[in-house]
């Protein structure tokens, strides 16, 4: 696929991304950041060392109903900076969204 192409892949909602990142996919020092309301949630997934407990399973900020996130506004930087039309981005589509 080209680069041209790739550019052209929006987002679908499909949440393959957000069901391979982790519960929460949020790094310890990133938590501070959050609000107040949203930290305690925060830790509640994180381990004694300050790491994520669950990786590679859904994220639990992701609504699977509304397909959309419940912390979009204070999403972390993994979330962010993934590109929707990426290759892991299809990759992870393709094995949630058979064709």
Known sequence: MTKEADNRIKCLQCGAC????????????????LPPELRDTVHAFLDADGWRSESYKPCYFWNSETRKCRIYEHRPAICREFEPGSEACRAWRKEAVPE
């Open 18 to 33: 957000c069901a391979h990142l982790g519960s929460p996919p949020i790094m310890p020092d990133e938590t501070e950041k």
